[in-house]
């Protein structure tokens, strides 16, 4: 029962806001603070099956949240650029974990300028990796241009995995939860599987 409100729920959402609801919180997961907590990944690929459905016009739609993911990214970028050292001093609130801000950096520092990029398709490292970028004074061209990569092949591939299912599977809304599932684990695979690797290394 609470699985389908869940499931009802974010595609009313989608239904109710349309494109400026899935525009802003993509755009506030990539670049505020507050936004690592939002569904990115699930939210496209229901956006994308929206747009399948013919609620949605999947270009406009495409086109707005890679604008909104690579102008998140940009705001975070210039957050830690300005901010800096200032955001590892501060203590922790509800929407500031500062655990968040070292695990996006121990990530950066391990895989450089395709950080941007993997970053992406990782929750909670997507929002605070721009900052991290920021903070470490990576040349901004250099920076736009991994974000603008990052955030298209993100916000292109995982809309257009939900329209294409949405097509091409006959009542697929009845699948819908578990695919976002799916989506969910593979995303955060990465995350855990960095996270195992750190704390084995440091056991040695």
Known sequence: MRNNFMH??????IKTFGYLGVWGIV??????????????DSLLFTAGFVASQGFLNIALLVLG????????DNVGYV??????????RREDSWMFHKKHLVS???FYDKHGKKAIVLARFMPIVRTFAPIVA????MKYSTFVAYNVIG????TAGVILLGYYLGQVIPDVDKYLLPIILVIVVVSIAPAIFHLYQDRKTSRR
């Open 134 to 137: 920021g903070i470490g004074a």
């Open 65 to 72: 949240a890679f604008i909104c993911a690579v102008l998140g």
């Open 27 to 40: 755009f506030a997961e990539s670049g505020l603070l507050v936004g690592f907590f939002l569904p990115g």
């Open 104 to 106: 996006a950096q121990n």
């Open 8 to 13: 009802f729920d974010l595609l009313q959402i």
């Open 151 to 154: 955030g298209l092949i993100w």
């Open 79 to 88: 957050t830690g650029h300005k901010f800096g050292r200032r955001l590892f």
